[in-house]
């Protein structure tokens, strides 16, 4: 009798659960052993008896909670394959964040991935998604309505550039979450010939720091100092989204205030935030991406863990593939929908 996708993986109060290889992935509680895709906060807490990741996501969540955030760790490297219980994992790059990863688990050759938050459009400050053909894929639906459509990031970019060229007696703030967003839009400003320093908000040096020894190339990205805000005429300045709001920003000479996201792509949201710039960047894969995802790896069920779940479900019948929604609590304050406690912490004591 081959082995049901249920035996491999369940869900329980924590989260996706692999009974064969006692281990949880991404779990939103404490557990005795968790499997981490990547380091935003809602899926890498603090707490976890042992902890299985990459490399860099276990310097991501040592940055964000202390070298003691678990007991014990160990490290898999994207193309890893190994054997934890009576199961085999092998770790694969999800092109979301620095570190991010995708683990096939399988067992007498069914194989189920769980995909983490994934993209497919280029980034330069991560490896690229890598298909990994499976019975059955689990994805996230962010963006799961086909309304939601992510444009070419130099366009976005450029748009960022032409504005300071324009304005150029006034700073501009761009709000970009800590984790990735913020180091991938310095990388494209890099990319786009922009080779001004880019001024961060204390919230952001961490993590930048890490990216760089990394071997990521940032260029000169100097701390703002309190006292030189008002000199900042034509500067490029990254801050958290809270940020952008509050009066910290307010001290820039005439600032014209960004915000880097895919939720850009819905004006509303854009003018409720008050942005004068929205930059459609999105570290979350697209409507046509997540089709073509799914299409690819042909899974013939698809399990959808947040977002938007009832219209991919509804896609994947179309396509006569089985799929169901997991309802799966906790996750989607990564970074593209409000700040994430850690990310607010971190804010708080920047400009305190
Ligand atoms: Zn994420
Ligand atoms: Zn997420």
New binding site residues.
Partial sequence: MPISASELLTLTREGLYCPLGRFHVDPTWPVERALIT?G?A??ARSGHGHVLATPETLRIMAVRYGADFCRTRQEARLGDEMRVGDVTLRFAPAG??LG?AQVAIEKDGKRIVVS??YKRASDPTCLPFEVVPCDVFITEATFGLPVFTHPDTRGEVRKLIDSVKLFPERAHIVGAYAL?KAQRVMALLREEGWDRPIHLHGAMEKLTELYKQEGIALGDTPKVAAADRKDLHGAIVICPPSSIQDVWSRKFPDPVTAFASGWMRVRARARQKGVELPLVIS?HSDWPDLCRTIRDTGAEEVWVTHGQEDALVHWCGTQGIKAKPLHLLGYGD??EAEPDPAQAAETAEASA
Wanted: glycine share 24%.
């Fill in positions: 990547h935003h809602d899926h979301h964040v991010s983490g938050d990735g570290d990564d970074g």
